[in-house]
């Protein structure tokens, strides 16, 4: 193993590359990801985010049932998060020089999870998660993709793979109650 010694960065050479190509923004020299990658694999992120937050919505407007204020009440609060996560992904993109692409055409082609309505509170609930545990594998590929690639965007992957895996066990928890 080699011996590393302290860490001194050549301030002059620092300096003088940021002042370089300035017009990428936070994209550096020392960016080890693939931009137009990075963005396609962030817009089919964003694709599957917006999918979710019409599915969550649909269902929280739509359920019916003797228990469905609270699941339309659960499916409410994950269609917010879900808008949460689409807005972190596009404004990522963004900061890689990235355009978001959120046109609607082709949404339901681009995205990892379908939009199925479900004919009954289960199956509302049934659907929710299987998309959700769609999310979180996909999520788990992206982030072992990225590894150390790209941290920033490896990161963010992370704190959306925590919260659809919360979803995932609450959309379990409701199955179970619903039974």
């Known amino acids: 193993m080699a011996k590393s010694g302290p860490f001194v960065a050549d301030v002059q050479a620092l300096r003088k590359r940021a002042r370089e190509h300035m ?3 936070a994209v550096t020299s020392n960016y080890e990801g693939d931009v137009a990658t990075t963005v396609k694999i962030l817009n089919e992120a964003l ?3 917006l999918v979710c937050v019409l599915r969550y919505k649909y269902h929280a407007i739509t359920a019916v049932g003797i228990d469905s204020e609270a699941v339309k009440q659960e499916f ?3 269609a917010n998060d879900e808008a949460e996560h ?3 992904i596009a404004e990522r993109i963004n900061q890689l020089g990235g355009k978001p692409n959120m046109n609607p055409e082709g949404l339901t082609s681009r995205a990892s999870t379908q939009y199925t309505e ?3 509170l289960r199956g509302m609930i049934e659907e929710n998660l299987v998309a959700e ?3 979180i594998e996909t999520y788990r590929e992206m982030i072992r993709f990225f590894a150390n690639h790209d941290p920033t965007t490896r990161k963010m992957l992370e704190t959306i793979l925590a ?3 919360e979803h ?3 959309m379990q928890d409701l199955l179970v109650a619903h039974h």
């Open 86 to 88: 689409a807005d972190m």
């Open 163 to 165: 919260k659809e895996e």
């Open 168 to 170: 995932a066990n609450d």
């Open 76 to 78: 409410a609060e994950h």
């Open 118 to 120: 479900g004919d009954s």
């Open 133 to 135: 545990r769609i999310a």
């Open 23 to 25: 017009d990428a923004g």
């Open 47 to 49: 694709a599957t985010e």
